[in-house]
């Protein structure tokens, strides 16, 4: 009952989003967002815990700041999502300026796949929807929510202008299909992991378990391997950034899978550093440090053996 109650609520929302002048939409998400900062003090915690350890140099009002700004960005992609999901093709892609787009192009023309990466960070969600208009259909690696009713809300959503989602069971095979038959992928490289496939690599100069699967796949597949991010503008607006493919080390590179997956994260590391507030600083990346125990609040962690959301 209480899934079932949970996706008619988020159904409401939808509905009444749908109708919402964009402006009202950001307001409502910030309004959220800032709710659960005063009531999930746990999460508040994990957060400010992780901006002392990344950011070391930062005075706590500064990190209270960044905290406080980062809850109502997760507050506003809840609902300019649901806004977005609403959308015509046209005005999707209207609502999106696009940098880098021929480095993503030419990955393309490659002919062997193109893996994208990204993190829980800024607009990731809208920006997979938006690309599968503006360039071709991918896949996208992803785990079930808790919530099955939910779950297939977000599936809907996700496969709605044409992309494909592929779920742990099975993934590798799928993904080297698609692969393989010169499409994309995209998946997510910033969750802690407790899985045998798991590797270390400094993520703000601290070790942390990081998926090895992105890196496994480019090396065996050839496929190149393109960082995406999507950032708010002004107005409502986003601009989803295509960066330079992340070049693979020589083939006779001792651990390269591990040499390859820190590259990778030193991209990701980048982007938050220019831009903290739109990252999910309340997970708990670095599980080796001593936080508070988890409870209920708007970001529940994501079980620690799947990465990839």
Same mark, same amino acid.
């Given at each position: 009952?209480?899934?079932?109650?949970?996706?008619?609520?988020?159904?409401?929302?939808?509905?009444?989003?749908?109708?919402?002048?964009?402006?009202?939409?950001?307001?409502?998400?910030?309004?959220?967002?800032?709710?659960?900062?005063?009531?999930?003090?746990?999460?508040?915690?994990?957060?400010?815990?992780?901006?002392?350890?990344?950011?070391?140099? /930062?005075?706590? %009002?500064? !990190? $209270?700041?960044?905290?406080?700004?980062?809850? &109502? =960005?997760?507050?506003?992609? +809840?609902?300019?999502?649901?806004?977005?999901?609403?959308?015509?093709?046209?005005?999707?892609?209207?609502?999106?300026?696009?940098?880098?787009?021929?480095?993503?192009?030419?990955?393309?023309?490659?002919?062997?796949?193109?893996?994208?990466?990204?993190?829980?960070?800024?607009?990731?969600?809208?920006?997979?929807?938006?690309?599968?208009?503006?360039?071709?259909?991918?896949?996208?690696?992803?785990?079930?929510?808790?919530?099955?009713?939910?779950?297939?809300?977000?599936?809907?959503?996700?496969?709605?202008?044409?992309?494909?989602?592929?779920? /742990?069971?099975? %993934?590798? !095979? $799928?993904?080297?299909?698609?692969?393989?038959? &010169? =499409?994309?992928?995209?998946? +997510?490289?910033?969750?802690?992991?407790?899985?045998?496939?798991?590797?270390?690599?400094?993520?703000?100069?601290?070790?942390?378990?990081?998926?090895?699967?992105?890196?496994?796949?480019?090396?065996?597949?050839?496929?190149?391997?393109?960082?995406?991010?999507?950032?708010?503008?002004?107005?409502?607006?986003?601009?989803?950034?295509?960066?330079?493919?992340?070049?693979?080390?020589?083939?006779?590179?001792?651990?390269?899978?591990?040499?390859?997956?820190?590259?990778?994260?030193?991209?990701?590391?980048?982007?938050?550093?220019?831009?903290?507030?739109?990252?999910?600083?309340?997970? $708990?990346?670095?599980?080796?440090?001593?936080?508070?125990?988890?409870?209920?609040?708007?970001?529940?962690?994501?079980?620690?053996?799947?990465?990839?959301?």
């Amino acid at each position: 009952m209480r899934h079932r109650a949970e996706y008619w609520a988020v159904c409401a929302v939808r509905r009444l989003v749908a109708f919402m002048p964009g402006r009202l939409v950001r307001t409502a998400g910030t309004l959220l967002g800032l709710a659960f900062y005063a009531i999930d003090r746990v999460h508040r915690r994990i957060a400010d815990t992780n901006l002392a350890t990344a950011f070391p140099q /930062r005075t706590a %009002a500064e !990190r $209270r700041a960044i905290v406080r700004e980062m809850f &109502g =960005h997760f507050g506003r992609v +809840l609902f300019e999502l649901l806004k977005f999901s609403t959308l015509t093709p046209a005005q999707m892609c209207a609502a999106v300026e696009f940098e880098g787009e021929d480095r993503a192009r030419a990955a393309y023309a490659q002919g062997r796949g193109v893996i994208f990466f990204t993190g829980h960070f800024g607009y990731w969600e809208i920006n997979g929807i938006v690309q599968a208009i503006r360039l071709e259909p991918m896949g996208v690696l992803a785990r079930a929510l808790d919530n099955p009713y939910l779950n297939d809300l977000l599936e809907r959503v996700r496969t709605s202008t044409g992309n494909s989602v592929i779920y /742990r069971r099975g %993934a590798v !095979r $799928r993904v080297l299909r698609t692969l393989h038959a &010169g =499409h994309g992928v995209a998946m +997510l490289i910033d969750q802690h992991m407790h899985s045998p496939d798991a590797i270390y690599v400094d993520f703000f100069e601290r070790p942390a378990a990081t998926t090895s699967t992105l890196a496994q796949l480019a090396l065996r597949t050839g496929a190149p391997v393109v960082p995406v991010f999507a950032l708010p503008l002004p107005g409502g607006r986003y601009r989803v950034i295509y960066e330079h493919p992340v070049a693979p080390p020589d083939a006779d590179t001792p651990d390269a899978i591990r040499h390859f997956t820190q590259r990778c994260t030193d991209v990701l590391e980048m982007y938050v550093r220019r831009h903290p507030s739109l990252w999910l600083w309340m997970h $708990r990346r670095w599980r080796d440090a001593p936080l508070p125990a988890d409870v209920p609040g708007m970001f529940p962690e994501t079980r620690a053996d799947e990465s990839e959301a």
